[in-house]
């Protein structure tokens, strides 16, 4: 496999630099990709087979911040090898990670692992939730973490996978999650995502519209209803979700979606559910707020734009 390029895989060559700096133009400057992930009963076992791996290192690539949930790794060694692949294959790291202890009320456990680009971010501070009431069968493993823009320097993320058993419940109680972290680190900037289950058999639409995360004001779901999180052609279900609070947080979202890892990679759908019947959901952030950017980076970035069909090809710009 060859070096992957994080912003999506531009590799330019002389001429088509003016194309790029056009895109860069209209994308504003590059952004913070913060992506969940329920990657499945992730293994040892199933780490180490290749096509596995392989489509992992290039999901995770794409994230400046990811939150793996499934993670089912007794021995501890899954995250360590996949960690140990990405920083090879791909040159944009490097990546660290933080794995929560394993959780859940049965002998069955999971872990939420985040995997982030260290030299954009760092882990501040994370805790897991102190559920007295056991209200969670994988309590919320928070965390908060620095971000390279002015704008908003810090940010909190509140993981959760439901038990498909009890998501109305868990997701109500993840508004109490959302009120700890919030005081915890005094920041109304926070980032609530993963498998929540949210749709389909496990949650109807009016259940859904009466969540506490929904009729309180403030929380903008990213990823909306009817978006497809199943990899599945026979299932349509937003299991999936990002949602954001705190004005700066929202000010800087620049896209949501979810990730179409097999009609990206090429992947049919077999192959495709070996990695995992979920896609990845992904939000992308703006280093600044909407207002700035547009009209200054153009003012900065045309001249050299009109100089560059000047140029030699490789004095141009490199992406
Ligand atoms: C899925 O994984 C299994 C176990 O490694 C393998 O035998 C099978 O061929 C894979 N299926 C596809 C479609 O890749």
Not at 41 to 47: A, E, F, I
Not at 111 to 127: C, P
């Amino acid at each position: 496999m060859g070096n992957l390029d994080s912003s999506g895989g531009f590799q330019q060559s002389g001429h088509s630099h003016a194309l790029l700096l056009l895109l860069l133009l209209a994308s504003g400057a590059e952004a913070f990709r913060i992506c969940a992930f329920n990657a499945q009963r992730l293994t040892l076992p199933k780490v180490a087979r290749e096509p596995v791996m392989d489509t992992l290192v290039l999901i995770l690539a794409r994230c400046d911040i990811m939150v793996l949930q499934e993670v089912v790794d007794p021995t501890g060694s899954a995250i360590p090898l996949l960690l140990r692949e990405l920083n090879r294959l791909d040159d944009s790291g490097p990546y660290s990670s933080l794995s929560s202890p394993l959780l859940g009320r049965s002998t069955y456990k999971e872990k939420y692992v985040y995997i982030y680009r260290s030299h954009k971010t760092q882990v501040l501070d994370s805790y897991v939730y102190d559920d007295k009431d056991d209200l969670f069968a994988r309590e919320p493993f928070v965390g908060q973490f620095s971000l390279p823009s002015k704008v908003l320097p810090s940010l909190v993320l509140v993981p959760l996978h439901t038990t498909p058993k009890a998501v109305e419940m868990e997701l109500n109680a993840l508004y109490d999650v959302f009120l700890d972290a919030s005081q915890h680190w005094q920041s109304k900037d926070v980032i609530l995502l993963g498998d929540f289950n949210a749709d389909c058999g496990s949650l109807t639409q009016k259940r859904l519209d009466s969540l506490v995360l929904r009729t309180q004001a403030g929380f903008q779901w990213a990823i909306a209803d009817g978006v497809d999180t199943t990899v599945r052609a026979s299932t349509h279900c937003t299991y999936d979700r990002i949602v954001l609070h705190g004005e700066r947080c929202q000010g800087l979202l620049r896209s949501a979606a979810a990730f179409h890892f097999p009609r990206s990679f090429g992947l049919t759908e077999e192959e495709a559910l070996n990695i995992s019947d979920h896609y990845p959901v992904e939000v992308e952030l703006n280093r600044a707020g909407h207002r700035l950017p547009c009209l200054s980076l153009a003012t900065v970035l045309l001249p050299s734009l009109l100089l560059l069909p000047l140029l030699p090809p490789q004095l141009g710009l490199v992406a």
